[in-house]
């Protein structure tokens, strides 16, 4: 049943002169306080329509290079409070 549903939807084809890839980088860089901040103002945290494969592969590196510095961050502030002495 959902699959005739699907069938149906329809999107706009990605445009060539939409965001691209350091735009997709960028945006995927600040998706987690993009996120944050679309809670209270209205702020998208991805561009449509945009070129396509080239934004979304930027998107995505963008928000695991975002994810691995937050990570590195709270792992040194973790450690910090553990190796402290008392």
Same mark, same amino acid.
Request: with cysteine; proline share 6%; aromatic share 14%.
């Given at each position: 049943?959902?699959?005739?549903?699907?069938?149906?939807?329809?999107?706009?084809?990605? *445009? *060539? *002169?939409?965001?691209?890839?350091?735009?997709?980088?960028?945006?995927?860089?600040?998706?987690?306080?993009?996120?944050?901040?679309?809670?209270?103002?209205?702020?998208? @945290?991805?561009?449509?329509?945009?070129?396509?494969?080239?934004?979304?592969?930027? +998107?995505?590196?963008? +928000?695991? +290079?975002?994810?691995?510095?937050?990570?590195?961050?709270? @792992?040194?502030? @973790?450690?910090?409070?553990?190796?402290?002495?008392?």
């Amino acid at each position: 049943m959902s699959g005739l549903l699907t069938g149906c939807a329809s999107q706009p084809a990605g *445009s *060539s *002169s939409g965001p691209r890839f350091l735009m997709g980088f960028v945006h995927g860089f600040v998706a987690l306080p993009a996120l944050l901040a679309s809670l209270f103002l209205p702020v998208r @945290i991805y561009a449509f329509p945009n070129s396509g494969f080239g934004y979304e592969s930027g +998107f995505v590196l963008g +928000f695991g +290079f975002s994810n691995v510095l937050l990570l590195l961050s709270l @792992i040194a502030r @973790i450690g910090g409070y553990l190796v402290r002495k008392s």
